[in-house]
């Protein structure tokens, strides 16, 4: 049970609508849900469709339908609204333009002309994820290239990090630092088509929403170092954050959007909810069998400390 001190968790399930939901995205709904739920606290459900061509309000809708099937209900946000709508990121950039000019009164952000073909070609390092860490190429571009560049493309904003570490304790995945400069690099705060980064959109509202508690795929991990510094330059609280394994297909690959042997409108088929939330909860570690089971139940049960670390393998009976 929470202690009096505890402040109540407000957690958040904040998927990005490009296809249907598989197996791995129910994985982290349900482990956010029954984590908050687990001692008493809310759940927000936040629609990141900053691109809104690859995430249309259909796929949003369906994912909506999707969750209901599943048992899992929220407090607050997609098309039920509540105290900080709108909860569709695409709704939202008024609210990261702000935040965006207060950065700009602390940071350097810089306009950037690279492309993303241009810096996958040079030889800068690259993160897990794909990511480039970006080499500086137009830091520190006199006012007259800027003018020069700008007539022939437009820029991307990129802002420069400082020379800091960031360190912190995940749920999950224990201790992880980074040395912003070297890990992350400065990074992009609006593409040059004008819609804002997930990085900035994911703060400013984890922020303003009062979200005290992420709960996300292991691929965000080192995402986290530059939003904990980017929470702390918004002057937002920095919210705990937990980590979840990736799930994989019973062959050992990263489930994706692509293939769909493993969204909802298969599983629909074959599994009842009960039977995916049982065996979702026991891959977490949290029943010893697999069996069945309703989102409730395992909210009761829920503890993060048996939540495995490493990516986990589906049975081959999934598919
Ligand atoms: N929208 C992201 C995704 O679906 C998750 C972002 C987050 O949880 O911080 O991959």
């Given amino acids: ?95 990261y333009g702000d935040c965006l000019q207060r950065l700009e009164q602390t940071s350097e952000i810089y306009p950037c002309f690279c492309s993303r073909a241009s810096l996958h070609a040079a030889s800068a390092p690259h993160l897990s994820d794909g990511r480039v860490i970006y080499p500086g190429t137009c830091r520190g571009l006199s006012p007259e290239e800027v003018r020069e560049r700008g007539k022939l493309r437009k820029p991307a904003s990129r802002i420069r990090v400082p020379a800091e570490t960031v360190s912190f304790t995940d749920g999950v995945q224990g201790v992880f630092s980074a040395f912003l400069p070297a890990d992350c690099g400065d990074f992009v705060i609006r593409r040059a088509d004008g819609v804002y980064a997930y990085q900035l959109a994911v703060v400013a509202d984890d922020g303003l929403m009062g979200v005290n508690q992420v709960v996300r795929g292991r691929d965000l991990l080192e995402s986290t170092p530059i939003q904990i510094w980017l929470f702390q330059k918004l ?27 493993l969204d909802l409108s298969a599983l629909q088929q074959r599994f009842s909810p009960e039977d995916i939330v049982g065996l979702l909860a026991f891959l977490a570690g949290q029943i010893p069998r697999r069996g069945r089971m309703t989102p409730e139940e395992l909210a009761e049960i829920f503890r993060w400390e048996k939540v495995p670390k490493g990516d986990i393998r589906l049975p081959a009976d999934i598919l």
């Fill in 1 to 95: 049970m929470a202690s009096l001190s505890e402040p109540c968790p407000v957690g958040r399930f904040a998927p990005t609508p490009s296809g249907r939901m598989h197996l791995g995205n129910v994985f982290c709904a349900l482990l956010a849900w029954a984590s908050a739920r687990s001692r008493k606290g809310k759940i927000i459900l936040r629609i990141e469709d900053l691109d809104l061509e690859r995430s249309p309000r259909h796929y949003a809708d369906q994912l909506e339908a999707d969750l209901e099937w599943l048992g899992l209900s929220f407090d607050e946000g997609g098309s039920a609204g509540g105290p900080h709508q709108p909860y569709y990121q695409s709704e939202r950039f008024s609210i």
């Fill in 235 to 261: 002057g937002f609280p920095v919210p705990e954050f937990y980590h979840i394994p990736l799930l994989l297909d019973p062959a050992g690959n990263r489930l994706s959007k692509r293939d769909q042997s």
